[in-house]
């Protein structure tokens, strides 16, 4: 079985442009959460959708924002670019809402986004 | 203050040797992960551990939860170069059980 997959591998922009990142989560899970990765820090929190609804948002700002599709399939898009979102973006899937007992959260090869 | 300190930041060690990466929180454990990152990469999970006194096993990988010490140990027996990598930890901090928190990771360095 296909794992997590992310499009596309690499990205580059320029500062003010916007960006959409996508992924596809495991056959079978309907939870998708969005990770950003700056170089030498662990993963932060982004989004957790569930069932096409966002069920939980980290600290970032209005210009990230996401998407759930009824194929659980999931999109995010950042606007007016900065160069400090500069990271790896991460996404995860699992079976169920959450992060607790016997849900792990399974994560995909990352896009990795440069904006000069 | 960071809510996960990994210690230690990096580690290198001579291939066959055993080692231990430690991971605590200030805040009360209701589940702890651990995963492996390869330099830019996808986090790989390896194990999830949900009660205290638990210990879970993965090839030569084994990790422990202390709920008390709201610690969790990994450790590693005969290191051998595919455990090169970053070893992340993250928790679920109960009062927000939609999202993981992480640690900044410890690099290990295996030399053959």
């Known amino acids: 079985d296909a794992g997590v997959t992310q499009s596309p591998t690499h990205l580059i922009k320029t500062r003010g442009q916007q960006v959409t990142l996508r992924c596809s989560p495991i056959s079978g899970h309907k939870s998708v959460s969005w990770y950003q990765q700056v170089l030498g820090q662990g993963p932060q929190f982004i989004f957790q959708?569930?069932?096409?609804?966002?069920?939980g948002r980290g600290n970032f700002p209005d210009r990230f924002s996401a998407r759930q599709f009824p194929n659980y399939s999931s999109e995010l898009n950042v606007n007016a670019l900065l160069l400090g979102d500069s990271a790896l973006y991460l996404c995860?899937?699992?079976?169920?809402?959450?992060?607790?007992?016997?849900?792990?959260?399974?994560f995909g090869p990352g896009t990795r986004l440069t904006v000069l | 203050s960071q809510e996960l300190e990994q210690s230690p930041q990096s580690l290198i060690v001579q291939e066959g040797k055993n080692l231990t990466i430690n991971c605590t929180s200030s805040k009360t454990l209701y589940g702890l992960y651990w995963y492996k990152q390869k330099y830019g990469e996808g986090l790989i999970f390896l194990m999830m551990l949900q009660k205290g006194g638990e210990e879970k096993s993965h090839e030569k990988i084994t990790a422990k939860l202390d709920e008390k010490k709201q610690q969790s140990s990994l450790h590693i027996t005969a290191s051998q170069p595919s455990h090169a990598g970053i070893y992340l930890c993250g928790i679920n901090s109960g009062g927000s059980n939609y999202k993981l928190t992480f640690g900044k990771g410890t690099l290990l360095t295996v030399n053959p």
């Open positions: 995860a899937s699992s079976l169920r809402m959450g992060t607790g007992t016997y849900n792990e959260q399974f």
């Open positions: 959708y569930y069932e096409k609804e966002e069920r």
